[in-house]
């Protein structure tokens, strides 16, 4: 998210020109959110599986106390419910920053912004 908002001055003058071309602000929001939904949204759910998958190969062979008296491996079961409940969570919050970022790109993309890039 931080790149976006470090990109977002160069690219309002870009967004300017579209805006003073005729192109509407709705058409630039969804060009937008669909381009950072785009680079964050596999980061996100390739980043969820592999701590998941991470947390499956790694947790069997952490012991549950210091000495282990014998008896079968403890077992760690990973709850669905939270974890769908988070990943939800997640893209959600990725999705309302995603739309705040587009917003504030979009509003800095003012007709204003054309004359002080050509000067």
Do not use: H, K, N
């Not at 058409?27 to 998941?52: F, H, M, N, Y």
């Not at 008296?69 to 959600?92: K, R, S």
């Not at 999705?95 to 587009?102: D, F």
Request: overall charge positive; aromatic content about 6%.
């Amino acid at each position: 998210m931080f790149s976006i908002f470090v990109t977002a001055r160069r690219r309002a003058f870009e967004l300017a020109v579209l805006r003073a071309t005729g192109v509407s602000r709705r058409t630039l929001l969804r060009s937008l959110l669909g381009e950072q939904l785009l680079a964050l949204g596999p980061g996100l759910i390739l980043g969820a599986v592999a701590g998941i998958l991470g947390a499956v190969i790694a947790l069997p062979s952490v012991p549950e106390f210091p000495t282990i008296a014998g008896g079968p491996p403890p077992q760690f079961p990973l709850p669905a419910f939270p974890l769908a409940v988070l990943l939800l969570t997640l893209v959600l919050l990725l999705a309302v920053a995603s739309t705040l970022a587009s917003l504030g790109t979009i509003g800095m993309a003012g007709y204003d912004r054309l004359r002080t890039e050509i000067l």
